[in-house]
C-alpha cells in the first residue's frame, strides 16, 4: 500500500554529525559491501573496471565549502535515504512497491513488484533512490533491516552498516520518534536540522551542524618573513662576502 | 529531467488521443455529425492507434514491463495509477461508441451517454497524465499551476486539428470546427510562450544551504562522491538540451504552432477540395511533431533539486 500510516510506531532514523566526518568513505564501502548480498541485493555496478563507472549506492559522501564572514571551513556531507515522515516517493509509486512500515517507519522497495518506473526517483527531493539497470528495479537504503533486527548478530552489531563503520562516530542510530532516546537527545543538544524541510518531506534523519569557531586554533596564515637587517661582526662578514 | 523518447511519445500521442476522442464523443452526443461507416471507422481508428501507441510506448521505460499490471493497484495515492486506470475505463465507453455510433450507424440516447461518458473519461485521463509531473514537488517548472491546463488545451489542440484534417478528408468540411482549431492553436501558442517566460524567472525550491543544513554564508561544492555520471546525474541532471534551448524552443513554437496555424488558414480560404484537405493533414503532421519537440523541453528543461547536491542548479 502506498498510502502512508497515519502514525508510525518508532522513526527510527540516522543523526549525522557534520563536525566530526572526516570524508573517509568508510560508510559508504561499508554500505556497499554489506547490501550488495542484503535485503535489496545485488548492488549492481556497470562497468566497474572501465573508463566510465557506475552502479547503485545507498550512501554518497560530498564535500563543501562553507563560508560565513570571510571564515570558511570544509564540509563532509554524507547523503542517504532520511526515511521522511511524508515521502512523496511512497505515495507515487503506482504498484505497491515502495511502502512505509508501521512499526519502525524504514522506507522500502518491494523488489518483487517494482516495475521500474522511475517515479519515485523523481519524487524524491534528495537523489536517494538509485535505478538498477541490470535487474530494472529501483533500490534505496534499508536502514539495514537485515542487521538491526538480526538476531544472528552480536547485540552491538544490530546497527546499520555505516553506522557500525564510521571510525569517527559521526553516526548515530536510534529512535527519533521518542523524544527520550539517545539520539533525540543529541538533536535537541546540538540543533540538529532535518534538510529541505520548505518540500515538506518532513525526513526522520538530522544532521548536527558543526559547531561554531572557537577562535583558539592557530591562524591559516603564518606572519610574513621579516628582512633580515646586517648583522656585523664575523657572520656578517660572510653574508657581505657571499651577497657579492 | 531526462527526456525519454518513451515518455514524450506518450504524452504527446495520448493526448492528441484523447483530445480526438473526447471530440468524437461531443460530436457523437450532440448528433452534430450522423454517423457513417468509413469516416467513423478512420476516425475512431486514428484516436485509438493514437492512444493504444502511446500507452504502449509509456512501457518501453519500463524496468520490469511484464509487471506493468501492477500499476493499476494504487489508484489511492498515486497519479500514475489513476492514469493507468482511466485510460483502461475509457476503452469501454469508447469502445462501445465506436460500435454502436460508427459500426453499427445507431445513435440516441445510448449513444449520447456513451458519447459524453467517453468525453468525460478522456478529459479524466489526460488530467491524471498532467497530474503525474504536477504532483511532482522537487521540480518547480512541473510543480507549476500552468502544468495542468497545458495538457488539457494541448490535448484539445491537437484533438481538433486532427479532427478538421479527418473532415477534410472524408470531404465534411466545417467552417465552426476548423475555427475552433485555429483558436486552440493560437490560445496554446499563448499559453506556451507565457510558461516558458514563467518558468525562466524560476529558481529552485531549495538553496544549498537548506538541503546540507548548512545555515548562513554561501555553501560551495568541492568535491563529488563520485567522478563519473552516476544514475541520478544521468537522470535528473540531464543537459543537453538546456543548451539548445533557444532554438529548440523556435522549432516548437514553429512546428506546434506557427505552421498550422498558417496552413488552417489556407484551408479556410480554400473551402473545401482536396487541396484544403492536403493543407489540413499537413497541418496535424507538423503540430504532432512540434509538440514532440515541445515535451522534449518539457522535460529537458525542468531542474530536480537533487542538482543542488551536485553544485548545479
Ligand atoms: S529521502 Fe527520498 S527516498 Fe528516502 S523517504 Fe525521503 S523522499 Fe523517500
Ligand atoms: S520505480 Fe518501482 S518503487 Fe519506484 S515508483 Fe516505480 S514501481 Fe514504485
Redesign the interface.
Given at each position: 500500500?502506498?498510502?502512508?500510516p497515519a502514525k508510525t510506531e518508532k522513526s527510527l532514523g540516522l543523526v549525522i554529525d557534520?563536525d566530526t566526518c572526516v570524508g573517509c568513505q568508510a560508510c559508504?564501502t561499508s554500505c556497499k559491501e554489506w547490501n550488495t548480498g542484503g535485503h535489496m541485493a545485488p548492488l549492481t555496478d556497470q562497468n566497474p573496471y572501465g573508463?566510465?563507472?557506475?552502479?547503485?549506492?545507498f550512501n554518497?559522501?560530498?564535500?563543501?565549502?562553507?563560508?560565513?564572514?570571510g571564515a570558511s571551513r570544509?564540509?563532509h556531507?554524507p547523503?542517504s535515504c532520511l526515511h521522511c515522515e511524508t515521502p512523496?516517493c511512497?505515495?507515487?509509486?503506482?504498484?505497491?512497491?515502495s511502502y512505509k512500515r508501521t512499526s519502525d517507519g524504514i522506507v522500502l522497495v518491494d523488489e518483487d513488484?517494482?516495475?521500474?518506473?522511475?517515479?519515485c526517483?523523481?519524487?524524491?527531493?534528495?537523489?536517494a533512490r538509485?535505478?538498477?539497470?541490470d535487474?530494472?528495479?529501483?533500490k534505496k537504503c534499508t536502514l539495514c533491516v537485515d542487521r538491526i533486527y538480526n538476531e544472528n548478530l552480536k547485540e552491538e552489531d544490530r546497527v546499520p552498516a555505516c553506522v557500525a563503520a564510521c571510525p569517527s562516530g559521526a553516526r548515530h542510530f536510534g529512535d527519533l520518534g521518542d523524544a527520550t532516546s539517545p539520539v533525540s537527545q543529541l538533536v535537541a543538544a546540538r540543533g540538529g536540522?532535518?534538510?529541505?524541510?520548505?518540500?515538506?518531506y518532513a525526513p526522520t534523519n538530522r544532521?548536527l551542524?558543526?559547531r561554531a569557531n572557537t577562535g583558539r586554533g592557530p591562524k591559516v596564515a603564518a606572519p610574513a618573513l621579516e628582512s633580515v637587517g646586517d648583522a656585523g661582526g664575523f657572520f656578517g662578514w660572510v653574508d657581505r662576502v657571499l651577497s657579492r | 529531467m531526462h527526456p525519454a523518447y518513451s515518455v514524450i511519445v506518450f504524452t504527446t500521442a495520448t493526448g492528441a488521443g484523447y483530445g480526438l476522442l473526447a471530440l468524437l464523443g461531443l460530436l457523437a452526443a450532440t448528433g452534430a455529425t450522423p454517423p457513417s461507416l468509413v469516416p467513423g471507422l478512420v476516425s475512431f481508428g486514428l484516436a485509438f492507434a493514437l492512444i493504444g501507441g502511446g500507452l504502449l510506448s509509456s512501457t518501453g521505460h519500463l524496468g520490469r514491463p511484464e509487471r506493468a499490471w501492477r500499476a493499476f493497484s494504487q489508484w489511492r495515492s498515486s497519479w500514475l495509477s489513476r492514469e493507468g486506470v482511466a485510460a483502461v475505463v475509457t476503452f469501454v465507453p469508447a469502445g462501445l461508441l465506436a460500435l454502436g455510433w460508427a459500426v453499427m450507424g445507431r445513435s440516441g440516447a445510448w449513444i449520447a451517454i456513451c458519447g459524453l461518458l467517453a468525453a468525460a473519461c478522456a478529459v479524466v485521463t489526460v488530467c491524471s497524465t498532467a497530474m503525474i509531473y504536477a504532483s511532482l514537488k522537487p521540480i518547480a517548472q512541473w510543480h507549476s499551476r500552468f502544468t495542468l491546463p497545458s495538457y488539457l488545451l494541448f490535448a484539445a489542440t491537437s484533438g481538433l486539428v486532427l479532427l478538421n484534417a479527418l473532415m477534410q478528408v472524408f470531404g465534411r468540411p466545417s467552417v465552426p470546427w476548423l475555427a475552433a482549431a485555429l483558436v486552440f492553436t493560437a490560445l496554446a501558442w499563448v499559453l506556451k510562450v507565457a510558461v516558458w517566460r514563467h518558468n525562466d524567472a524560476l529558481g529552485m525550491p531549495a538553496t544549498l544551504n537548506s538541503a546540507t543544513g548548512l545555515k548562513g554564508g554561501t555553501v560551495r561544492s568541492v568535491e563529488w562522491p563520485h567522478t563519473e555520471d552516476n544514475y541520478l546525474l544521468k537522470e535528473m541532471g540531464y543537459r543537453v538540451a538546456r543548451k539548445h534551448a533557444a532554438r529548440l524552443r523556435l522549432i516548437a513554437v514553429i512546428l506546434a504552432f506557427a505552421l498550422p496555424g498558417a496552413l488552417l488558414v489556407i484551408a479556410l480560404l480554400l473551402r473545401g477540395g482536396p487541396a484544403a484537405a492536403f493543407v489540413s493533414v499537413l497541418a496535424a503532421a507538423s503540430q504532432l511533431a512540434g509538440l514532440m519537440v515541445e515535451r522534449w523541453l518539457f522535460f529537458a528543461e525542468a531542474k530536480h533539486t537533487v542538482t543542488l547536491y551536485y553544485g548545479r542548479d
Open positions: 500500500m502506498t498510502c502512508l557534520l559508504v573508463g566510465t563507472a557506475d552502479g547503485v549506492w554518497r559522501v560530498h564535500t563543501y565549502e562553507h563560508e560565513v564572514d570544509t564540509v556531507f547523503r512523496a511512497v505515495t507515487v509509486c503506482p504498484t505497491g512497491a513488484k517494482c516495475i521500474g518506473c522511475k517515479l526517483s523523481w519524487a524524491c527531493p534528495y537523489g538509485e535505478f538498477d539497470v535487474v530494472g528495479v529501483m536540522t532535518a534538510l529541505m524541510p520548505e518540500l515538506g544532521y551542524p558543526p | -
